[in-house]
């Protein structure tokens, strides 16, 4: 089975631009997570999508925003990009949003904001 | 305000020896606790959990131990070996298994 892949790997944006981070889910998963990692910190929750559907969201602001289509796959766009922004973001997918439908996670996207 | 801490940030172990990693948390509300593991370059993967319903939960070399009343979890890692060098998360959740609430993690390093 194919697991979480996420695109690209590394980024570098400039302070006021948009990005747009892409995640495909593991095969058979329906729901996808979103967290941000920065660095010395652990992962913080962003956002979760249950098919196609915003289904929780963390403290961040209204400029991190979320897709997910219709094959699962999903994107993470930040707009007005902030210095404070520099952080791994991790992809997650589950089957499903119950306990025990543990998170799997890609690889990540590493973002840096000049 | 950190609703999950993992106070050493770094362990060090022999080879064969027990690791012993622990977390704390303050949320009285969280119910589930989950432990992945992260080698760099890597995402985290699962490795254990735990419900607030019991208080160990064993998976071959892998043990986490839940102690409510002084809202802290253990995990405990025998044989250690030198392929479970990574650094170790400790997360809660409640109600669901989204919005899990990460420690700032503890790099194990066992020594062959």
């Known amino acids: 089975e194919t697991g979480v892949t996420q695109s690209p790997t590394h980024l570098i944006k400039t302070r006021g631009q948009q990005v747009t981070l892409r995640c495909s889910s593991q095969?058979?998963?329906?729901?996808v997570s979103w967290y941000q990692q920065a660095l010395g910190q652990g992962p913080q929750f962003i956002f979760q999508?249950?098919?196609?559907?915003?289904?929780g969201r963390g403290n961040f602001p209204p400029r991190f925003s979320g897709l997910q289509f219709p094959n699962y796959s999903s994107e993470l766009n930040v707009n007005a990009l902030e210095l404070d922004d520099s952080a791994l973001y991790l992809c997650?997918?589950?089957?499903?949003?119950?306990?025990?439908?543990?998170?799997?996670f890609g690889n990540g996207t590493r973002l840096t904001v000049t | 305000d950190q609703q999950v801490k993992q106070n050493s940030p770094s362990l060090s172990v022999q080879e064969g020896r027990i690791s012993i990693l622990n977390c704390d948390y303050t949320?009285?509300?969280?119910?589930?606790f989950l432990w992945y593991k992260k080698y760099p370059a890597e995402g985290p993967t699962f490795l254990i959990s735990?419900?607030?319903?019991?208080d160990k939960n064993e998976d071959g070399r892998f043990t986490v131990f839940l102690n409510k009343s002084a809202k802290h979890l253990s995990l405990h890692i025998v044989p250690s070996q030198p392929g479970d060098s990574a650094v170790y998360f400790c997360?809660?959740?409640?109600?669901?298994?989204?919005?899990?609430?990460f420690g700032k993690g503890t790099l194990l390093t066992v020594n062959p």
């Open positions: 095969s058979g998963h329906n729901t």
């Open positions: 999508y249950y098919r196609e559907e915003e289904n």
């Open positions: 735990i419900s607030s319903i019991k």
């Open positions: 997650a997918s589950s089957a499903g949003t119950a306990l025990n439908s543990p998170l799997h």
């Open positions: 949320n009285s509300m969280f119910d589930y």
């Open positions: 997360a809660a959740s409640w109600g669901s298994n989204y919005k899990l609430t």
